[in-house]
């Protein structure tokens, strides 16, 4: 698995996490992060042309993977704001207390193991006035495809780098202490129904 994941996998992410249908979520929802930005999961740094460089100050990226680090780097050349990496897990924040505006987390929270943790996390180290900007993937409504969901989460989870299928989202947001203030919900296109849910909305410290 070790040359699995770190040769295979990044590039297996990077290739599904791009997909058109996924790209067009980004363009909803990352124009909409300012000022300091904390982004959780960066991964390849397929956010970052989205950014609306006329409201972000700075963006710093969170994730473990020095492998998908590697592509974002390469992503932030010639950006025109700064962009800071730290190769650490979602649920290590190293930063200090109320000290960014927007925390931007995208098809993160399906693999990170304690999610509320992280959340809480995030939730330190925003501004009262900040806002949790969040597109994700996970539980469906359907009953037939919450079966399939759990039916394949498993052997997803083995393949896709921890990838859980069927997450409650908007319940791990509120878990952790946040205020959802936006959300919608709809099954992506051209996207396989067990996987397509998505997500998506903005939420406030409380």
């Known amino acids: 698995m070790g040359?699995?994941?770190r040769h295979v996998l990044p590039k297996l992410i990077d290739l599904a996490c791009g997909a058109k249908p996924v790209s067009a979520q980004r363009q909803k929802v990352v124009p909409l992060a300012r000022g300091r930005v904390l982004e959780v999961g960066i991964g390849s740094g397929l956010n970052l042309p989205y950014y609306d460089v006329a409201k972000v100050e700075r963006?710093?990226?969170l994730d473990p993977a020095e492998e998908m680090l590697d592509y974002a780097r390469r992503r932030s050349l010639g950006l025109r704001f700064p962009v800071d990496y730290l190769a650490l897990a979602g649920d290590s924040i190293p930063l200090a207390r109320h000290s960014v505006d927007s925390v931007l987390v995208t098809y993160t929270l399906c693999s990170i193991p304690d999610a509320v943790t992280a959340l809480?996390?995030?939730?330190?180290?925003l501004k009262p006035e900040g806002r949790l900007i969040f597109c994700e993937h996970g539980k469906a409504p359907d009953a037939a495809v919450r079966r399939w969901q759990g039916?394949?989460?498993?052997?997803?989870?083995?393949?896709?780098g921890g990838c859980n299928l069927d997450r409650d989202i908007p319940?791990?947001?509120e878990a952790a202490g946040f205020r959802i203030e936006t959300l919608e919900s709809a099954y992506l296109p051209h996207t396989p129904r067990f996987a397509g849910f998505n997500y998506w909305g903005s939420a406030t410290s409380g």
Request: hydrophobic fraction near 45%.
């Open 120 to 125: 809480e996390g995030m939730r330190r180290v």
């Open 3 to 5: 040359f699995y994941r």
């Open 171 to 173: 319940a791990l947001i």
């Open 59 to 61: 963006v710093t990226g």
């Open 151 to 160: 039916r394949l989460n498993p052997l997803w989870g083995r393949i896709g």
